[in-house]
């Protein structure tokens, strides 16, 4: 489905205005990503856009996930779907608590999908996000891609959740902190299989071709190893000096 038929119809609906639609549209198109994951359809307006660019290319599915709560929106992922004529390249999946047990349902299938695009664009805290980074890891393809949106959001700028009771119940450390920039800059580009850019308010990270399987010892986790078994030969020598200072004499 060309790019202008598809933001016809759904530019306007929140919350993926029509010049980020083009870029995540085109990049799925310049990367021949075929098989996608997007983390957090809410509406459904970049649910269109991949789907669109998906069926676009000739095949490919798209897998979008979110909770049982979205489905109350108007319209929801569901609707715009079926307006767009793109709801047979798309799996729908609505958690009843958190995405991130449908992506343990993922990695638990006999055939451990993998993707080649991932969106994500759900959560936005630091736990919530870094988790699921863990755990898309497990499902990106070599090559593959990351898209990790609203690096810049915080609870304290956010005009929906700022002044709620449960948000000012959190520590004022946390409602202020940017997590999904977190996430992306002491998980992602510190992780050593993937090369970053960040593009204004989008955090990008392609995973190196030469990354290991899951399951298998990777450069960065032998890097990890050999730094904690420094720390701990350094630990386990100012003990015995401190020991050895401290044992009376005479």
């Not at 980020?20 to 549209?25: D, E, F, M, T």
């Not at 390249?89 to 990695?107: G, H, N, P, Q, Y």
């Not at 004022?172 to 998980?187: I, P, S």
């Not at 190196?208 to 904690?228: D, E, F, I, N």
Request: some cysteine; hydrophobic content about 40%; proline content about 4%.
């Amino acid at each position: 489905m060309e790019f202008e038929a598809v933001a016809e119809i759904v530019d306007g609906h929140p919350h993926m205005r029509r010049p980020a639609g083009r870029k995540i549209y085109d990049h799925v198109i310049r990367t021949d990503a075929r098989r996608v994951l997007e983390l957090g359809a809410f509406h459904g307006v970049s649910t269109c856009y991949l789907a669109a660019a998906v069926d676009e290319l000739g095949s490919g599915r798209v897998v979008t996930m979110d909770r049982v709560e979205s489905e109350r929106l108007e319209p929801n992922v569901f609707d715009l779907l079926e307006q767009t004529g793109l709801r047979d390249r798309v799996d729908v999946i609505l958690a009843k608590r958190s995405f991130t047990w449908e992506l343990k349902r993922l990695l638990e299938e006999e055939e451990r999908p993998q993707f080649d695009f991932v969106f994500l664009d759900a959560g936005h805290v630091w736990d919530v996000t870094g988790f699921a980074f863990f755990l898309v890891d497990l499902l990106l393809a070599p090559g593959g891609w990351l898209l990790f949106d609203d690096l810049n959001w915080s609870y304290a700028t956010s005009p929906s959740l700022r002044e709620k009771a449960s948000t000012l119940a959190i520590p004022k450390e946390e409602r202020e902190a940017r997590q999904v920039r977190a996430v992306f800059e002491l998980l992602v580009e510190r992780h050593g299989a993937y090369a970053t850019h960040v593009d204004g308010n989008w955090g990008w990270a392609q995973k190196l071709a030469t990354a290991s399987a899951p399951g298998t010892s990777t450069p960065v986790s032998q890097k990890m190893r050999s730094t904690a078994a420094s720390a701990l030969e350094r630990v386990s020598r100012l003990s015995a000096t401190a020991a050895s200072r401290a044992r009376p004499t005479g």
